[in-house]
């Protein structure tokens, strides 16, 4: 019940395609969702984040979709860029009292120029 | 502004040797975490503290430990380190916790021969 599964594994995308990456979770004491972005030899990065009271928030080319009734939310990368080419993983946390994110197991993005 | 620091960046270390990590949050952050990041199990939560206080603790060993100190800095210790201790460990800071959003630090890379 404290998974978040994340899809797909990798994916490759030609420049100023549209990327796509999903995540569930089953927890539905979760009611924070971040996004971090991770190049390599470098700690993970905050993208965007939302909270279960919205359906959707955008931040330049970056957008999150969130289904609260099917506890699936996903992150939308807008005209694909190679300096996007890194690893992304979703998470969730609880407001009240855990102080830890669970994370996905990762997205390798590869986007062609 | 200065991020988060860790300490040090790279380090060796022999089978049954303890090691210890260093992390300077970000000026005004008082809530630390840890993470162990590795190809099998992603981004694991070690523990997080506040206010010198620990208030969760991941599924880890006794042997993994830390703590933080009155200037908000932190701490990881591992003793009798072992071969699958070998990881990138992880520090992040937040203003309060996690629904603030956490800024990570670029790691510590681990190597137990």
């Known amino acids: 019940q404290q998974q978040v599964k994340q899809s797909p594994q990798s994916l490759i995308v030609q420049k100023g395609g549209i990327s796509i990456i999903n995540c569930a979770y089953e927890?539905?004491?979760?009611?924070?969702f971040p996004w971090y972005q991770q190049f390599p030899g470098k700690g993970p990065a905050l993208l965007i984040a939302?909270?279960?009271?919205?359906s959707e928030k955008k931040e330049g080319r970056f957008t999150i979709s969130f289904n609260k009734s099917a506890k699936q939310f996903s992150l939308h990368i807008m005209d694909s860029q190679p300096g996007d080419s890194a690893t992304y993983f979703c998470a969730a946390s609880e407001a009240s009292g855990t102080y830890k994110y669970i994370f996905g197991t990762g997205t390798r993005l590869k986007v062609l120029a | 502004k200065a991020g988060v620091t860790q300490t040090p960046r790279y380090l060796i270390k022999t089978r049954g040797q303890q090691v210890t990590l260093s992390c300077s949050p970000i000026?005004?952050?008082?809530?630390v975490s840890w993470y162990q990041q590795t190809p099998g199990q992603g981004l694991q939560f070690l523990f997080e503290?506040?206010?010198?206080?620990?208030?969760n603790k991941g599924n880890f060993p006794g042997r993994f430990s830390g703590r933080q100190f009155s200037n908000s800095r932190s701490e990881m210790n591992v003793s009798t380190l072992e071969l699958g201790d070998s990881a990138l460990y992880l520090c992040?800071?937040?203003?309060?916790?996690?629904?603030?959003?956490?800024?990570f630090g670029s790691g510590t890379r681990l190597t137990v021969v």
């Open positions: 992040a800071s937040s203003i309060s916790g996690t629904e603030n959003g956490y800024t």
């Open positions: 927890n539905t004491a979760f009611d924070y």
């Open positions: 000026s005004g952050h008082r809530s």
């Open positions: 503290y506040f206010s010198e206080t620990q208030r």
């Open positions: 939302i909270r279960p009271d919205v």
